[in-house]
């Protein structure tokens, strides 16, 4: 094992808790991908095809056409669930997908198409930007209400095993308006770091920006018990954010587990499998 590498793994932790302990809040929104979810939301350098969502980027570096779920039920609440599905066909041009999420209870719903493309610019460096609509059905309204907007995102790999990331959404800040409400969808920033202290440790750790919302400071760490298992934990702060779950991975079939413990509104679990064909 790097010993300098592992070394600014843990300093780098060592930052991020003492902010959280200052009191840094968070937000309520977690990313998409039950392996972003177990690592503390800090998805912005993770490749995985819920980079579709958290970092188009990363969408660069998947090689397989590809197909994800995900499902999950925030809180635990009955009949509130989210859910989504990813499609992602490299190409010798670039890597295309194709991004759909739904999540609501009766009489309010809200559905998330997405067309992303990311390019490899460099051994190093790669690109991605994806192009939205976001619908919300409305209980006042006859009919659904949408918007466009965009989101886009870098990732820079150096030579010793850092990644760092940046992912910037809705910069354009699109709203929907209803007869009663004008509801602002999410604007802000993510930047973030990965630390591969060796072939089977992995430290990530990111700050999120948002628009009208605290920053929200992230940290996970997981843990490769054999190629095919993999241990996760993560923490977000304040109000204080716990999370844990596993991987496995079967020939060309990914399952990923969480469940994250908001300290006020309880628990989360998802799930998410990938296919890669």
Request: net charge positive.
């Amino acid at each position: 094992m790097n010993r300098t590498i592992l070394k600014s793994g843990f300093l780098t932790l060592a930052v991020l808790f003492i902010s959280l302990l200052k009191g840094l809040s968070i937000g309520e929104e977690t990313q998409i991908g039950a392996k972003e979810v177990s690592l503390g939301n800090a998805g912005v350098v993770l490749i995985t095809p819920f980079s579709v969502f958290n970092n188009q980027a990363a969408l660069a570096y998947i090689t397989n056409f590809t197909l994800a779920v995900d499902y999950r039920q925030p809180f635990m609440i009955n009949g509130f669930a989210q859910k989504c599905l990813v499609i992602i066909s490299p190409l010798p041009v670039a890597t295309f997908a194709f991004s759909l999420q739904q999540k609501g209870i009766d009489g309010y719903t809200e559905t998330h198409f997405g067309l992303a493309f990311a390019k490899s610019l460099g051994k190093k460096f790669s690109a991605g930007i994806r192009f939205n609509y976001f619908l919300t059905g409305f209980p006042e309204q006859t009919k659904s209400l949408g918007t466009f907007f965009v989101d886009f995102g870098v990732i820079y790999k150096t030579a010793n095993n850092l990644t760092f990331g940046l992912h910037i959404f809705n910069p354009s800040r699109a709203s929907i308006e209803s007869l009663n409400l004008k509801s602002k969808l999410p604007s802000g920033a993510t930047s973030g770091i990965a630390v591969k202290g060796s072939e089977n440790l992995l430290f990530v750790s990111a700050v999120a920006y948002c628009i009208d919302k605290p920053l929200n400071i992230t940290t996970g760490i997981e843990y490769k018990f054999t190629d095919a298992f993999s241990l996760r934990f993560g923490l977000s702060g304040k109000p204080i954010q716990h999370s844990a779950g596993f991987g496995y991975k079967y020939k060309n079939v990914i399952v990923d587990v969480a469940l994250a413990h908001h300290e006020t509104l309880g628990y989360t679990p998802s799930i998410s499998l990938g296919l890669n064909l």
